[in-house]
C-alpha cells in the first residue's frame, strides 16, 4: 500500500519545514508543500492529496476562501480539510464547521503530536 499523501498549504516556511518532518517521520506520510494558496490549489488539483492541511491566515489568500474553491472544483471536492489556526474561540470552530471543513488544529501545536492528530481527525493509521 502506498503511503498516505498530505499537502500542507501555509505561508511560514519554517512551520512547513516542521510539519513535514512531523508527518513524514512520525507519521510516515508522503507531504507536499505549498507556500500560498495559489500553488495550494495548483497542487491540490494536479496531485489529489490524500488530505489538506491549510492555513487560515494567509496573506494572498485565506483558507476559508481557499476551502471554497476547493469545494467547487469536482477534483478537489473530495478531499478532507484540516484548518491550522490560532482562531480556536467557539465562534470560529462553529463557523469552521459550518463549513464542512475535517477538523481544526490549533496553532501552535505539540509537534510530536501533530501526526497522532491527524490520524485521529481522518481516521488514519500512522504506518511510521
Not at 512551520?15 to 513524514?24: K, P
Not at 500553488?39 to 496573506?59: C, H, K, R, Y
Not at 474553491?69 to 491550522?84: E, H, S
Request: proline share 5%; charged share 15%; hydrophobic share 50%.
Amino acid at each position: 500500500m502506498s503511503a498516505k499523501r498530505i499537502l500542507v498549504i501555509d505561508d511560514e516556511p519554517n512551520l512547513c519545514s516542521v510539519i513535514q518532518a512531523c508527518l513524514e517521520h512520525l507519521g510516515g506520510w508522503t507531504v507536499l508543500v505549498a507556500p500560498d494558496s495559489s500553488q495550494g490549489f495548483l497542487l491540490a488539483e494536479t496531485q489529489v492529496p490524500d488530505a489538506i492541511l491549510l492555513d487560515v491566515m494567509m496573506p494572498d489568500m485565506d483558507g476559508v476562501t481557499l476551502f471554497g474553491l476547493l469545494q467547487k472544483n469536482a477534483a478537489t471536492r473530495g478531499i478532507p480539510v484540516i484548518f491550522l489556526t490560532a482562531k480556536v474561540q467557539a465562534m470560529d470552530l462553529n463557523e469552521f464547521a459550518d463549513l464542512g471543513v475535517g477538523g481544526v488544529i490549533a496553532k501552535p501545536f505539540d509537534p510530536l503530536g501533530l501526526a497522532q492528530q491527524v490520524a485521529d481527525i481522518l481516521g488514519w493509521e500512522m504506518s511510521a
